[in-house]
């Protein structure tokens, strides 16, 4: 199951490291987002090896959009769920809301102007 959240990262936990049994190095670091709804809900999401680096571009308060797997393991009669990102990405609060970056702001339609100067079409 993939899922997309978008928030504002609240806190980073620390690195783990460690090695597997198979003697592979391995690193996880989890994170909290705060989603931006009408009532804020907070998430804990996971991140392994080549994306814990990923995770490190990112500082407390940016605003990003994760896009996670679920998934959920039996432990000792108990069921534990993961939030595991595959990918990160940022959401700059200046570059996201200027009109001049979404091409589909209405800010941004196309002016459609009778100059016969410029005009190449056969009719």
Do not use: C
């Not at 199951?1 to 391995?26: F, R």
């Amino acid at each position: 199951m993939a899922l997309d959240i978008t928030g504002k990262i609240i806190q980073k936990l620390n690195k783990t490291e460690g090695v597997s049994k198979a003697g592979k190095p391995w690193s996880k670091q989890e994170f909290v987002i705060e989603t931006q709804e009408q009532y804020p809900r907070k998430v804990m999401i996971s991140t392994m090896n080549d994306k814990v680096t990923e995770l490190e571009r990112f500082n407390v308060g940016d605003m990003i959009t994760a896009s996670l797997n679920l998934e959920s393991r039996e432990y000792n009669g108990r069921w534990y769920t993961d939030a595991r990102a595959w990918k990160i990405q940022g959401n700059g609060s200046a570059a996201s809301s200027s009109p001049a970056a979404d091409p589909f702001h209405p800010d941004n339609e196309p002016s459609f102007t009778a100059d016969s100067s410029t005009d190449d079409l056969p009719f």
